[in-house]
């Protein structure tokens, strides 16, 4: 058994020279993680938070986190740490949230920020790459988001992912891929996965050599040097709304630049401005569109509304390395979830004793109304 522990140690220490891990927090320092954790102040009646395992946990110190204090409150708060690209490089986001206030309508998402966050003024107009995590508001809303940024505008995933409801901590993830592929867990099990061009809302600029094969080309015959034109229209340019073409004429639409000729570069059959603006745009997708790469992350934090408040955060994690996460988790969550399932279970035990108890009090007193599933309010909220 102690060789077995030894290696398992080998393993992680391996797997932590391997990944690169752009923050952790597991809140283990006590009242320290004020240093590095901002609320915001841009306005008063934003919830405070504290350090809190909750009424039941699996272990009273590693399960403590960050806990909204206040009903019906805004929450704003945030943490920095050396801003990266993960160009290139996997991207995964895990934490774990735990509603044991039995969530009615509230968020229980984090967000990753652009390195350039005025922590102070954090609110729900400050710009994010990425939002993930569960949102519950009654039985109409029990979804985890997935949002992305691109291009300056917010992308939800198209699927329904349904988050955990039942009042015990859990742990999600989420990796995005450099292949463009990406994958939601939840307790260390994959819920969704597939193609992020596919899954969300959006307009793919792929038009890969759409001029080379389209029907009646013969891409071995080009133009000449004297048929060249230096510039083109912008076909993919819109005219402006506040233009008028009664006072202002005739739209003439803004000319991009075209490189120096080239023998065979333009297939004959096909207009030249048309067949140039389609291969721009495909050369283009190719070395910027990346809809999985963010270039200057640099802090997480959580912007969210709770009708009731409760919710616990802890365990984040922002790292390359899908192992260590898996690894982190089981480190964590793993260890706690069972024995706080067990203490939840005594708990219910002791209130449904008490309750019972009280109960025989009213019947002697000859005051006694139990309404039915009287008890059940007891027990924890169980998946739906």
């Known amino acids: 058994m102690a060789w077995a522990r030894v290696s398992l140690w080998a393993v992680c220490t391996l797997r932590v020279v391997l990944a690169t891990v752009y923050f952790q927090e597991e809140f283990l320092d006590g009242e320290r993680w004020r240093n590095r954790w901002v609320p915001s102040t841009n306005d008063s009646r934003l919830g405070h938070f504290r350090l809190s395992s909750g009424k039941f946990y699996g272990h009273k110190e590693k399960d403590k986190g960050l806990q909204t204090t206040q009903n019906g409150r805004f929450y704003a708060i945030s943490a920095r740490f050396p801003p990266f690209s993960n160009k290139g490089r996997p991207l995964v986001l895990q934490y774990t949230v735990k509603h044991e206030q039995k969530m009615d309508c509230g968020g229980g998402y984090v967000k990753l920020f652009p390195a350039d966050l005025d922590q102070q003024t954090l609110s729900t107009a400050s710009p994010y790459y990425v939002m993930f995590g569960p949102d519950i508001c009654g039985f109409d809303l029990m979804k985890v988001h997935v949002i992305l940024q691109f291009k300056n505008e917010y992308h939800a995933n198209k699927k329904f ?5 039942d009042g015990f901590t859990h742990l999600y993830t989420l990796i995005l891929r450099p292949d463009l592929t990406y994958e939601v867990k939840i307790d260390g099990q994959s819920i969704e996965l597939g193609s992020i061009e596919n899954d969300w809302h959006l307009a793919s600029l792929r ?9 009646g080309l013969d891409p071995g015959k080009a133009g000449t040097a004297q048929d060249w034109e230096k510039h083109f229209l912008d076909a993919g340019a819109s005219k402006p709304s506040d233009w008028n073409s009664e006072l202002d004429g005739d739209w003439p639409g803004p000319m991009l630049q075209k490189p120096p000729y080239q023998d065979g570069l333009k297939p004959e059959g096909i207009d030249q401005d048309i067949w140039l603006h389609e291969k721009m745009r495909s050369t283009r997708y190719l070395t910027h569109y990346d809809l999985s790469e963010f270039e200057n992350i640099g802090a997480i934090g959580l912007e969210l509304w709770q009708v009731r408040s409760g919710t616990i955060f802890d365990n984040f994690l922002l790292t390359d390395d899908e192992q260590y996460a898996e690894n982190f988790g089981k480190a964590t969550w793993g260890q706690t ?30 005051r006694l109304y139990r309404p039915r599933g009287f008890f059940d309010r007891f027990h924890r909220q169980k998946e739906l």
Do not use: S
């Open 161 to 165: 992912i349904k988050c955990k409801v």
């Open 337 to 366: 979830k069972g024995p706080e399932k067990e203490m939840d279970d005594v708990l219910v035990k002791d209130e449904v004793a008490r309750a019972r108890e009280e109960e025989e009090e009213e019947l002697l007193a000859g």
């Open 207 to 215: 038009k890969t050599e759409q001029a080379a094969t389209a029907p």
